[in-house]
């Protein structure tokens, strides 16, 4: 137990240092996945100008109404094959992010946890007699704490896992409307 003022003081400077390290390596997991975020969409957006400027150039030399809507078919497919390819790319930022956090998070969370048990443990030890109901109901509250916590995580981790099934589904529903309306568009 902390027997000196100077314990108390080197036991919370401690702890203060561990927080603030775990909120910078949070922070610097954001950090990476805005900036991939950003990269991807300034390649995206410089991608779509270079190519709209070339689709535009070739509708532009288009010698009748059939070449035209041949030439508008012909860009349907690719475009949406790089829409899809983007939001996989999107999506795959945001996952990676997310299980970077998630790691982050759980070994701070492990961390403090067996903090606080080593701290219940040696309070445990010197509690005075007659404080044993005190001590449990500490126990308790600590316990009650983390089962909560393991079934916060167990819930996100299975919204995460419903958005990412989602998001799956949409990009499959998507490709097929894109097949179909290219397909459609060739036939004319």
């Known amino acids: 137990m902390y027997t000196t003022p100077e314990q108390f003081i080197a036991a919370t400077k401690t702890n203060l240092e561990a927080q603030f390290a775990a909120i910078t390596a949070l922070n610097q997991k954001a950090f990476e996945g805005l900036e991939q975020f950003v990269s991807l969409n300034v390649n995206a957006a410089k991608a779509t100008f270079e190519e709209g400027t070339a689709a535009t150039q070739q509708l532009l030399k288009a010698k009748d109404a059939q070449e035209l809507i041949a030439l508008a078919s012909a860009q ?72 909560g916590y393991e079934q916060l995580s167990k819930t996100t981790k299975q919204a995460v896992a419903t958005l990412e099934d989602n998001l799956a589904n949409a990009t499959k529903q998507f490709t097929q409307a894109a097949e179909k309306a290219t397909t459609t568009a060739k036939k004319k």
């Open 76 to 147: 349907a497919k690719p475009n949406a094959e790089k829409a899809l390819a983007y939001g996989r790319h999107l999506a795959s930022i945001t996952s990676a992010t997310q299980q970077e956090f998630t790691k982050a998070v759980e070994s701070h969370i492990a961390d403090t946890n067996a903090k606080v048990v080593s701290l219940i443990d040696e309070v445990t030890k010197n509690a005075p007699a007659g404080s044993e109901q005190a001590v449990t109901a500490l126990k308790t509250v600590v316990g009650n704490i983390n089962a």
